[in-house]
């Protein structure tokens, strides 16, 4: 049988309310019987002292003026259940004398000498009774025993009494808490019902909705606000992956297409061996852009199912920047743009040389690419203690403050750059390398035209080992 939260916890409060009231009420009681105890102690006592004062007051009645007051003591408190004893053998005289009191007097006639000046509880059958014993000394060599018996049957009713309105207002109390504790459940579990209704309504296309909050700030808010942001995340990786899936498609429809559009024209009428191999190189191009798109797109989501491991050796980062500097410096000077290095010194890391090769060029290929005739591009290191920055700048075609916060999504491309040849997942690759390695990447518009790109890699490993892969990738 499964419960509800609600109904689990009203019964939980329930079980701890009723463990706390009986507590508190065994408290009380034993409380109450040990106060009612301690006033029949002094009760007894006092009527002993009494009596002890009424012998030194009559030494010459001596044992007659004590029968004469214990009479009269018995008489007063007969109704509190008062017995009184009188022991000097061979005579025993019971005070008030009937049936029932003889009884009990025989029956506490073998008291231990422990109970003397010392009050006992003793029971006879099934009655309680306090007893105290006093010796009085009429002579050098005669004397005798007063024993004072109070019966506890007014205590026993007085508990009784208490017990059975406790038990009463307990029961009642624990009614009205049961009852309380439920609809306060039921008040509490409120925004949890309204979050769960709410939940039920997602679907994957429509992940606009968010859980409420009660505006309490409490465990439950910070729960649903907790869950917001995933809801949120979720939804950024869900448009993401929408987004992705559109471009990847748009991207190789291109180049299938011009492959088919080449042979679909090579085929329509028999051509010489110029224009056959003409043909041959326009799709070994087509195919080789189509590859290095593919490659890329199996790097990223190898990278996003955490599958990509990087090689960590000790790299001179300012030695693999400068061949890939040597590298571009024909390109560079094709275009008839200016290319520059400003090397550094002390640029040891742990790292995966062959994704910083990666980084250099792809950052490198987009300065120079998107730059124009007479333009610069700088490849600048600029070391500290924990970590190495790549600054490469340039001063080409730039992007605008709103294409900037775009520019490293997958396929992103800006309307300027679009006459250019490139998948636009350059820079995502880039990106990935930076936080795979435990760093960071970020761009910087140039004004009046231009863009500045600083790469972070930490000098030590370890960050990256803590880093999931799945995380490096396409963040908007």
């Not at 009479?71 to 029932?100: C, F, H």
């Not at 640029?347 to 995966?352: F, P, V, Y």
């Not at 070391?383 to 730039?398: C, H, T, Y």
Request: net charge negative.
């Amino acid at each position: 049988m499964k419960w509800s939260l609600k109904t689990r916890l009203t019964i939980w409060m329930t079980v701890v309310m009723s463990i706390c009231i009986m507590a508190g009420f065994a408290w009380i009681h034993f409380g109450l019987k040990s106060i009612l105890n301690s006033k029949n102690e002094i009760f007894l006592a006092n009527k002993a002292d009494e009596l002890l004062a009424a012998v030194q007051d009559n030494d010459s009645g001596g044992l007659n003026a004590l029968e004469a007051e214990i009479k009269r003591e018995a008489e007063t408190y007969q109704s509190d259940g008062l017995i009184l004893v009188l022991r000097k053998q061979p005579k025993l005289e019971v005070v008030p004398n009937s049936d029932a009191n003889l009884k009990v007097v025989n029956r506490l006639g073998s008291m231990h000498p422990v109970l003397l000046h010392k009050p006992v509880q003793m029971q006879v059958d099934g009655s309680d009774f306090m007893v105290y014993r006093i010796a009085i000394k009429e002579s050098e060599v005669s004397s005798y025993d007063l024993d004072l018996i109070l019966s506890l049957q007014e205590t026993r009713l007085i508990l009784a009494q208490f017990d059975r309105r406790a038990l009463l207002g307990g029961l009642a109390f624990l009614a009205v808490a049961m009852a309380g504790g439920y609809y306060f459940t039921i008040q509490a579990l409120r925004p949890v019902a309204a979050s769960i209704q709410t939940a039920r309504t997602l679907k994957p296309d429509q992940m606009e909705t968010r859980l409420p909050l009660a505006g309490t700030g409490d465990e439950i808010d910070e729960l649903a606000t907790t869950i917001n942001g995933l809801l949120d995340r979720l939804s950024a990786y869900h448009a993401q992956i929408i987004r992705f899936t559109s471009d990847a498609s748009h991207e190789l429809r291109g180049p299938m297409g011009a492959m088919r559009a080449i042979v679909e024209v090579a085929l329509q009428r028999p051509r010489t061996q110029p224009e056959y191999q003409e043909i041959l190189e326009t799709l070994g191009e087509q195919c080789d852009k189509l590859t290095l798109m593919v490659d890329a797109l199996l790097l990223l989501a190898r990278a996003d199912a955490g599958q990509v491991k990087l090689n960590r050796n000790e790299v001179d980062f300012n030695a693999v920047a400068m061949e890939i500097y040597e590298l571009y410096q024909p390109l560079a000077e094709e275009k008839q743009v200016e290319f520059k290095m400003h090397a550094s010194q002390a640029t040891l890391i742990m790292a995966d040389e062959q994704r910083l090769r990666q980084l250099i060029s792809n950052l490198v290929d987009n300065a120079i690419k998107f730059n124009h005739a007479g333009g610069m591009v700088t490849i600048d290191l600029q070391p500290d203690k924990e970590s190495i920055q790549l600054i490469v700048e340039d001063n080409g075609i730039g992007v605008s403050d709103e294409q900037m916060e775009m520019i490293f999504d997958r396929f992103y491309q800006a309307d300027s750059a679009r006459s250019f040849k490139g998948s636009g997942l350059g820079l995502s690759i880039c990106q990935w390398i930076c936080e795979a390695h435990g760093g960071s990447i970020h761009a910087e518009r140039k004004i009046p035209a231009g863009m500045r790109v600083t790469a972070r890699i930490p000098k030590s490993f370890h960050c990256a080992e803590q880093l999931e892969l799945s995380q490096a990738i396409g963040r908007s």
